[in-house]
């Protein structure tokens, strides 16, 4: 089985930084793509950040230019940089690895961790 366990959130003043870590084990032969998605009180989760295999990155037009996310291949993590937090920012963040494969010739699933909270107060 395949585990995606976060870790960085908290609160956190208006202003502020945090750096959210998330780290997927067990049985990996391969992740796709890797993320950051968010889910306020009454509202719809949202997707924050995405990298691909190759390193390619997309990004909320809210968090531009606030938040970056990495990742690294070889230990199958991914990173949430997030700067200058604003209250609105405050939400249950959740990983998701995409089309995780187990082997070679097995078919790839999704898989998420089960959340972090960052709280921004004003």
């Known amino acids: 089985q395949v585990q995606l366990v976060e870790s960085g959130g908290g609160l956190v003043q208006a202003g502020g930084s945090l750096r959210l870590s998330c780290k997927a084990s067990g049985s990996i032969f391969s992740i796709n793509d890797m993320g950051w998605y968010r889910q306020a009180p009454g509202k719809q989760r949202e997707l924050v950040a995405a990298i691909t295999s190759a390193g390619n990155t997309n990004y909320a037009d809210s968090v531009k230019d606030r938040f970056t996310i990495s990742r690294d291949k070889a230990k199958n993590t991914v990173n949430l940089q997030m700067n200058s937090l604003k209250p609105e920012d405050t939400a249950i963040y959740y990983c998701?690895?995409?089309?995780?494969?187990?082997?070679?010739?097995?078919?790839?699933?999704?898989?998420w961790g089960q959340g972090i909270q960052v709280a921004v107060s004003s």
């Open positions: 998701c690895a995409r089309n995780v494969k187990t082997s070679m010739w097995s078919s790839g699933r999704d898989y």
